[in-house]
DNA sequence: TTATGTTCCGCAAAGCTTTGCGCAAAGCTT
DNA sequence: AAGCTTTGCGCAAAGCTTTGCGGAACATAA
């Protein structure tokens, strides 16, 4: 048994006949002779030969593989995008490597740059929360390096980009709630740094005035989307002296803050409150009362980002960045629906 | 602006050297001159030279990289187990490429192939659900190739692996329900081809026997972990003539299933029915009442599995399989107690 | 001046694959 | 039989890095 994974040179010598002949042969080149081309596929074939991926990477001074940057691990929404992008990914030859930002600009910086010394040949990547300048992407941007963001996004003019459509769906929601009932909408919002803090709060608003209401900035936090933030924006909206009757909580992170809150007060959803999470379907109704949410097609996100990654890498002419708008779900259960 | 990355190639035409001298010169060889060796650095530096890992690959013929197999990618405990593994072997200079099984038997054997083919230097892997023999790691264990088995392991003889103490916890866990009240403890099982399916059982019939009691067949169900099964499960044991004062089931999955169904027949926890998770703190705490949880260090679990994982790679002499069991925690929570 | 010793650097191979080009042998034509 | 084409294969370079060894240039000693 072969201690090494065996070479083209190990059948060539095997089989007294030289590299390149071995290398022909397994492609059916034609100068080859059909007799040495069976010789050496069928030994290739018992030897369990396969093409080292390092060698040809130098060759063709490729790695086939694809940096990956998330916020975070073990949320749902983002190991399902990485679901996604890595099927696409391996349907097309590729790697990844997935590194995770932790929400920090710093950190960010830092795995952009060991990817690129891992020589990825180019990134998807999900901003982090603390990143608020963007010219760390100079370098990638400028070395005409395939680049994808997704769901938080930025200098959409020049980088491709997957989102879905957060301002509609929040304006969607905002009517929703004043549908069931509710009078006092109040949003827990995001950095405004962040595109999609920024999408959801303006559709927000939007949605307010289609129902004939101003914004009252008694009703909106911002937060910096930790629970601990998130819950203290909460407590002060229970707190004021007309609170809401409705929460519009930006991400699942202050949904089930908020959520929690909600309950630790005693208040009861939707009678008291009514409340959206953005989630998905697992942990909306996981929960009493189930709740109404927003759904991502996650999977969707991380086949788009690879699919708009590989077509970047391919057309070496003119990159023209592309947007694709994915459509979020609004499921409507028990707690946005207050009893009549 | 090079489009390509730079090689010492590049730094030594344009110093007028031989490569090597660069080479040699980065890493302060003293066979060459301050002069030159301060020239390649600052060159090296300001070019923002990093060798390149391909080269270096087949060269010292290793790929820095590991293979990971897991039933799946978006579960937290999955997840959080694979950060930890990246955080070990980031720091010790590996890559890791993720493969998920899906729970099934012929990926699992795919995913090894493909993961063979790509040359990582050894693997770490959680079983699949469906995968009942374990002929298919002959090859990586005759090559000698490092091998990490965690939570559903195989062939501890042979291969090192990395545990909770399922047993002791299943055991704990049903003498808390028996102290909490519960006289007619159920357990939704799983697999008992799977290691930890088999280890809780066992557990749970060494707890009850410490109360006393013999296992009752019709309070054990044996499912496949999905969540279908789960909620058939949960339903026979509610329409028992005598149902159960108490559920123990395997996992996270069936926890769910479980107090979903619970909830759906309008029983309520832990006044009827007490109920442990097997969960991490945010699900735990997510729902009402929040669930007593046996909480897994998913973590280190999957730091330690790297580090078992990297003591192989060194020592290429004898390979002593070895085992690392780490403690699970019961956090007692409102589920389990039952109202005095 | 010659022999010996340093100092400083380059050559080349190895790791694996692909591919343009060259070359020998065999077959064919006239 | 001489010349041409075809067939079938090998050489070598390129992609990047490390490292043993050889060697030129200079310095020192006798």
Request: contains cysteine.
């Amino acid at each position: 048994m072969t201690k090494h994974p065996v070479s083209l040179k190990d059948i060539a010598s095997a089989l007294q006949v030289s590299i390149s002949t071995v290398s022909r042969a397994l492609k059916n080149h034609p100068d080859i002779s059909p007799e040495v081309t069976a010789k050496v596929q069928s030994l290739a074939r018992e030897w369990n030969y396969s093409p080292n991926p390092l060698a040809m990477g130098l060759l063709r001074q490729q790695t086939k593989t694809i940096g990956v940057i998330v916020p975070d691990l073990v949320t749902y929404f983002y190991s399902s995008i990485i679901s996604g992008i890595e099927q696409v990914a391996k349907e097309n030859g590729y790697y990844i490597i997935i590194s995770s930002s932790n929400e920090s600009y710093e950190k960010e910086k830092e795995c952009i740059e060991n990817l690129l010394m891992s020589r990825v040949e180019g990134l998807i990547i999900c901003l982090a929360r603390d990143t608020v300048d963007y010219n760390h992407f100079d370098k990638i941007i400028n070395n005409e390096m395939p680049l994808v963001f997704f769901d938080r996004i930025c200098r959409t003019s020049e980088v491709s980009s997957v989102v879905t459509d957060n301002r509609e769906i929040a304006r969607e929601l905002t009517i929703h709630f004043y549908d069931g009932g509710a009078r006092r909408i109040a949003h827990i919002a995001g950095p405004q740094t962040l595109s999609i803090a920024k999408d959801r709060y303006e559709g927000y608003l939007s949605g307010l005035a289609d129902c004939g209401f101003s914004a009252d900035e008694s009703l909106i936090k911002f937060t910096n989307l930790t629970e601990s933030e998130a819950t203290e924006a909460t407590r002060q909206l229970l707190s004021l002296p007309k609170p809401p009757d409705a929460i519009f909580s930006v991400n699942d992170t202050v949904s089930f803050a908020a959520m929690k809150e909600i309950k630790r007060q005693g208040l009861r959803i939707p009678d008291d409150i009514s409340l959206v999470a953005i989630t998905d379907e697992f942990h909306a109704t996981l929960v009493d009362p189930q709740l109404t949410n927003v759904m991502h097609p996650t999977y969707e996100i991380g086949q788009e980002a690879a699919r708009l990654f590989l077509r970047q890498g391919k057309q070496g002419e003119k990159m023209v960045p592309m947007q694709v708008v994915l459509k979020s779900q609004l499921v409507v259960r028990a707690s946005s629906v207050k009893p009549t």
